[in-house]
């Protein structure tokens, strides 16, 4: 029983890391996009918002 | 949690990008169209002999396409940091860290000092026009100088001891000793007035953006674990 419920806690736990893990990496990745790629639609689209948030921009 | 975790740092990060656009409609992106006519020639400064050139920015102008793609794109980079955010304080919170709406207003002001602030040290905000080194060198500089502004920060806030004050210390001067990829030579395209307003408002206005993403994301997550 003890066993069960500890099993229990440490998958949820796991799946709680992998949640954190998988938000970080969607936020990097966005920020990725918005921030730094230099394709050129990107890089026009976004061009004031680079600018006003300091992003190196060109 | 994925779901609680995901809502929580997008709405918060639509809300400051919301108002952090806001801002920068009235307080910078004026300086940024200003400093367009420099960048294309319109007006020159130090031109024909001349130390002086006209001042005032340009109106906003009917461009809706590219002022709304600006709100756009203001809105995904907060909504990105938001979830970083969201991440790092579902983390603290594991590790018994208590995160509440309160001290949410640090962890974003926090933020402010890893993302705007440290890097601005050694690369200011840059105007439109501005001659600088090659991008990707200077992207790389960026990204490292945050990831150890950051991780100073981390060290300062739950770090144990004398190791982590000394850690957090070096970890913070390191990449500002190395400095940021640079030029040989001034270009100055752009009056240096308009550059100063330009860099301190930017900053500014990041501090506002990153208070309100802090307080907003660190309420929604204390909202769903209650």
Same mark, same amino acid.
């Given at each position: ?58 | ?12 990060? !639509? ?5 952090? %656009? ?10 940024? +169209? ?30 809706? !396409?590219?002022? +709304? ?7 995904? #980079?907060?909504?990105?940091?938001? +979830? ?13 860290? #208590? ?46 100088t945050i990831v150890s502004a950051a991780a100073a ?13 000394? !850690?957090?210390? %070096? ?22 007035? +308009?550059? #100063?307003?330009? #860099? ?17 994301? %660190? ?8």
């Open positions: 029983m003890t066993t069960a419920i500890k099993t229990t806690t440490a998958t949820r736990a796991d799946s709680n890391l992998a949640s954190i893990v998988a938000v970080f990496v969607i936020g990097a990745t966005l920020l990725f996009s918005a921030g730094l790629a230099q394709a050129t639609a990107l890089h026009d689209a976004a061009h004031d918002t680079r600018h006003a948030m300091a992003f190196p921009c060109h | 949690m994925l779901k609680h975790m995901l809502s929580g740092g997008i709405i918060a990060g !639509a809300v400051a990008g919301a108002i952090a %656009a806001a801002l920068q409609f009235l307080f910078v992106i004026p300086l940024i +169209l200003e400093a367009e006519l420099y960048e294309s020639g319109a007006r020159v400064h130090f031109g024909a002999g001349s130390p002086q050139s006209p001042a005032g920015a340009p109106p906003l102008g009917d461009d809706w !396409a590219r002022h +709304l793609m600006t709100v756009g794109f203001d809105v995904v #980079a907060y909504a990105a940091f938001g +979830l970083i955010l969201t991440a790092l304080m579902a983390l603290a919170a594991r590790r018994g860290v #208590a995160v509440t709406a309160r001290q949410g207003v640090i962890w974003g002001l926090a933020g402010f000092c890893a993302v705007q602030l440290a890097p601005a040290i050694g690369m200011p905000p840059e105007l439109p026009g501005t001659i600088n080194a090659e991008v990707v060198p200077r992207q790389i500089w960026w990204g490292l920060l981390a060290l300062f806030a739950f770090g144990r001891g004398v190791f982590a004050l000394v !850690a957090g210390a %070096a970890l913070l001067l390191i990449p500002q000793i190395i400095g940021a990829p640079h030029l040989d030579t001034y270009f100055g395209v752009v009056p240096p007035e +308009l550059s #100063a307003l330009f #860099a301190v408002r930017s900053l500014a206005v990041g501090a506002v953006g990153w208070a309100v993403l802090g307080f907003l994301a %660190a309420w929604l997550w204390e909202r769903g674990e209650g």
